[in-house]
């Protein structure tokens, strides 16, 4: 069975920074790619930040130069520098891995970053 267990959320003042973490165990043949998701109450699940297993990134344009995805492969953990937080970054952030040939997508529960001005 797979689980992503994401830890490091909390609140920070904008302007700051905070590290989330994300720790994958289970049976997994190929991690195919990691990434982080946010959704906000109301809202659909969006990409964040993405990493392929070939360290390929990729960022939704409003992180970007403030977030960095990174990603230890013998570990399979997935973290996100979420640096210079705005307000409107307050959300819950959810771990991703996609697996295997059909690129099955497992999830964390959640972990919550709260910045406040």
């Known amino acids: 069975q797979v689980q992503l267990v994401e830890s490091g959320g909390g609140s920070v003042q904008a302007g700051g920074s905070l590290r989330i973490s994300c720790e994958v165990s289970g049976s997994i043949l190929s991690i195919n790619a990691m990434g982080w998701y946010r959704q906000a109450p109301g809202k659909q699940r969006e990409l964040v930040a993405l990493m392929n297993s070939g360290g390929s990134t990729g960022y939704v344009e409003y992180v970007k130069g403030r977030f960095t995805i990174s990603r230890n492969n013998a570990k399979r953990t997935v973290d996100l520098q979420m640096n210079s937080l705005k307000t409107k970054n307050t959300t819950v952030y959810y771990c991703?891995?996609?697996?295997?040939?059909?690129?099955?997508?497992?999830w964390g529960r959640g972990t919550l970053v709260t910045v406040f001005s």
């Open positions: 991703c891995v996609i697996v295997g040939n059909y690129g099955t997508a497992y």
